[in-house]
């Protein structure tokens, strides 16, 4: 199922390739009936395991084929060859904006064709009823005289289309330009989250540097999720009072507080910059180049920068999240094991455990019997320590000696778990989920047995959100109401216990978890949303699940520790009474309820 330099694809002949990524690979094709060149986008082979992603490619390519804007980068046809679907794009000659950024600033009259151009067709494809869903530089095409092309609209949404394994699985988006709720999995997208991204390039070009840059994707994500956005002026002073004030509320994490379109946002933008004056002085901050994105176009710049913003960093590849391989569906985290730990490395390793691992994990809670946590009381952000930074001077030898070892045998699963769990022990949760993704790679998608030995691994050292990505594997291949049960019991501990955690919304895609254990996934929703401070949806939540599982234990559970944090110290101890005295409960479920009573005024 390769596509070579040289082989003939359908009625295109392949020239040369042009870039790779996680989804798709980029070629230069001739088209010899037609004597021109065309970009020929290779989706995954990973694809083609979906039944029904066939259909689906053809519906949507359908949709994206209809977009013609003067600035949008057209599709010419789709296909399959070797039961690998194809797109036929326009191939543009010309750089892409994030190859121009790294040569230097911009003109300005290059960054006013930017919100011209990409702010033009972005309003024209949401008219349509389409969404980008990943707007950054590498996908903005630039031609040797000046023009500007968005790409990857087809992508965008070919990929997101249906509820298959590798579609709605996946968060698009890369880190740097991702928004908070697709960051988080949420399916209900709207303009707003193109909105964010575009804005997040404004920023860049305006600024000199993306809001959040850090070693991991883990770490930005949480960044725009949960940071307050970086003030332009902090970092270029240079940057009018006006344009920031545009940036700030372009970039709110709450989409409501966002402008109300595209175009409200080019203009605000264009209003301020008018008003301030140009050109603005720029900042020499540079930033480390990760790995480059597919492209779709050369490398051949003829812009010539002048002094508006600085060289600024390349997006590394998009961040996709993974979910079930069964009927039961997952989106992606976009968010993300991923958060639903999948399969397929190569084509899903930049998934990020779908939505279970695309976000990094707070402290560990406590053990049932110590509750301290009061309800209005947010848990703070935390503060991770990838694994690419060097180690802390008091990394404990046992962490030093796992790494080591996992260094010195890359294909050893034991050896990479074993490091996993040292680095959790070691307060290095953001470093203990990327090597969580080789794990996932290396013990691939129905190694059930190590799965439940890894999540019992991680519950016995209270890692509840990894331990519980764990037990998801296996959980996820039954159908509902199947699994063993000695597995649900110790899932349901693991979602219980990490429920609590501040980020467990991403890190726990409950909607996904819903698709497998519905009851569960909504203890987990009512527990973190007691712990945010979220009163009245906790209960909420809690109504549902007694109304769906009247009988659950995990439920009275709940209940009881509502009740002891909210001054009922006599129902709180009347129902864990209840639960302590019923041996057919979990054994844990009654060790979490006696932790209640103890905690309770006598």
């Known amino acids: 199922m390769s596509f070579n330099v040289g082989d003939n694809v359908g009625p295109y002949k392949i020239i040369e390739q042009l870039g790779q990524g996680g989804m798709a690979t980029v070629y230069k094709a001739y088209h010899a009936s037609l004597d021109r060149y065309v970009a020929l986008k290779a989706l995954h082979a990973a694809f083609g395991e979906d039944a029904t992603f066939s259909m689906r490619f053809q519906r949507e390519a359908r949709v994206v084929a209809k977009l013609e804007h003067p600035h949008i980068v057209p599709v010419y046809d789709y296909a399959e060859h070797e039961k690998r679907p194809y797109l036929i794009m326009k191939f543009i000659e010309g750089d892409t904006l994030k190859a121009l950024l790294n040569k230097g600033p911009l003109t300005s009259a290059q960054i006013e064709k930017v919100v011209d151009s990409v702010g033009s067709a972005l309003s024209y494809a949401h008219k349509q009823g389409i969404l980008h869903r990943d707007i950054k530089p590498s996908n903005v095409l630039v031609t040797p005289d000046g023009e500007m092309y968005l790409a990857d609209f087809g992508l965008a949404r070919i990929a997101q289309s249906g509820e298959s394994t590798l579609s709605s699985d996946m968060i698009m988006g890369t880190p740097q330009y991702i928004s908070p709720e697709q960051a988080m999995g949420k399916k209900d997208l709207d303009a707003g989250t193109d909105i964010y991204s575009f ?85 020499s901050v540079t930033i480390a180049k990760p790995v480059a994105a597919p492209e779709q176009t050369r490398m051949k710049s003829t812009a010539e920068p002048t002094k508006m913003a600085a060289k600024v960093e390349v997006a590394a590849p998009a961040v996709k999240v993974e979910k079930k391989r069964s009927s039961f569906v997952w989106v992606g985290v976009i968010v993300l094991i991923g958060l639903c730990l999948g399969g397929l490395f190569i084509a899903r390793q ?80 953001g470093a203990a989920y990327d090597t969580l993704l080789k794990v996932v790679s290396l013990a ?32 996820k291949t039954y159908s509902i109401g199947a699994a063993p049960e000695a597995l649900e019991i110790a899932f349901h501990e693991a979602v219980y216990k990490g429920a609590q955690m501040r980020e467990a919304g991403v890190v726990l895609p409950f909607d996904r978890l819903a698709q497998v254990d519905q009851p569960i996934s909504l203890i987990a929703q009512a527990r973190n949303a007691f712990y945010l401070g979220r009163l009245g949806e906790a209960n909420t939540f809690l109504n549902q699940v007694k109304r769906l599982a009247p009988n659950m234990p995990e439920a009275f559970l709940l209940e009881a520790e509502f009740s002891s944090l909210t001054d009922k110290p006599n129902e709180a101890r009347l129902i864990a009474n209840g639960l302590t005295a019923d041996l057919s409960a979990p054994a844990w479920i009654r060790a979490f309820a006696e932790g209640i009573i103890q905690k309770l005024p006598k």
């Open 350 to 429: 930049n998934r990020l455990f779908a939505s279970f691992l695309n976000q990094r994990a707070t402290d560990r809670p406590g053990v049932a019997a110590t509750i301290t946590a009061k309800p209005i009381q947010m848990l703070p952000p935390p503060t991770l320590q990838p694994l690419t930074q060097a180690p802390p001077p008091n990394m404990p030898p046992e962490a030093l000696a796992a790494q080591q070892r996992a260094k010195d045998n890359p294909n050893d699963l034991n050896a990479q778990l074993d490091l996993a769990l040292a680095l959790w022990s070691a307060q290095m949760p």
């Open 199 to 283: 804005a997040v390039m404004l920023y860049e070009m305006v600024v000199g540097q993306v809001p959040f840059s850090a070693d991991t994707p883990f770490s930005i994500i949480h960044d725009h999720i949960y940071t307050p956005l970086p003030l332009p002026q902090s970092i270029n002073p240079s940057v009018p009072e006006p344009v920031q004030r545009v940036l700030l509320k372009a970039l709110a994490k709450e989409r409501a507080d966002r402008h109300a379109s595209i175009t409200e946002l080019a203009t605000a933008f264009k209003q301020a910059w008018s008003e301030s004056g140009v050109p603005m002085t720029g900042t």
């Open 444 to 475: 691939g998608p129905d190694n059930e047995a190590f799965y439940a030995q890894a999540g019992e691994k991680f519950a016995a050292i209270e890692g509840w959100l990894p331990a519980a990505a764990m037990y998801f594997q296996p959980m």
